[in-house]
């Protein structure tokens, strides 16, 4: 047997394929957008029970586990996802903390139409090139919104981040002039707080 050799980053990038086709296991084309809400995308694989698509983050390129140690898929797919490793969990449950500071069990699975999203003022990815895509832009779209590099997660039309990005700068490059700038204003506004000491006069 030949043991395959991946590049750096090779890895991650066959974890995010496996996150996108367990994605594209559940409806994700529409016809018509269906009227109620939650959207559901239910499973089209033959004798599963789950009720529909539900994200659960990665941590970097591992799973996550649940409060019995044990990962997801050995869970069932079945509302109340009870262990099918140990008797002691009563539903998956992680207390794993993602990028914004809540645990993810405090998050939910929510698909919107992008109108929907803009108007409330979400960030919406650019339109995709071809239905099979579903509503991913790319990889790097199932990465949480810090670690991606490219313009997925802007908010608002692509002429307005294309005015913060200079001709021909590559992202990191992109990234180090915005961070830079940011620290310049935050040391103005340091500065600026700092009022001169009042003069005082010696007594004579």
């Known amino acids: 047997m030949e043991r395959l ?5 090779g890895a991650a990038a066959v974890d ?19 009227q109620q809400r939650p959207i559901d995308l239910p499973c089209r694989v033959t004798g599963c029970q ?8 990665l941590n970097g390129t591992q799973p996550i586990r649940c409060r019995c140690k044990h990962f997801a898929d050995q869970h069932s797919p079945t509302p109340g996802f009870t262990c099918n490793a140990c008797s002691k969990c009563s539903g998956f449950h992680s207390s794993f903390t ?8 405090a998050h939910d699975t929510v698909v919107e139409t992008k109108q929907e999203r803009m108007a409330q003022g979400k960030p ?10 579903g509503g991913l ?7 949480e919104g810090y670690m991606r590099l490219d313009d997925s997660g802007i908010v608002g039309t692509s002429s307005q981040d294309s005015s913060l990005r200079r001709p021909d700068e590559d ?20 500065m600026k707080g700092k009022s001169p000491l009042p003069s005082t006069t010696k007594p004579s």
């Open 16 to 34: 995010e394929y496996l996150e996108y086709r367990r994605y594209k296991q559940h409806k994700t084309d529409f016809e018509t957008i269906p």
């Open 171 to 190: 992202d990191m490059a992109f990234f180090e002039r915005r961070y830079q700038e940011r620290v310049k204003m935050e040391k103005a506004a340091k």
């Open 124 to 133: 919406v990815g650019q339109d995709v090139p071809y239905a099979a895509m």
């Open 98 to 105: 993602c990028a914004c500071g809540q645990p993810a069990y």
């Open 5 to 9: 050799r991946l590049s750096p980053g």
């Open 50 to 57: 789950c009720r529909a698509y539900l994200f659960v983050p």
């Open 137 to 143: 832009t790319g990889f790097s779209s199932l990465a």
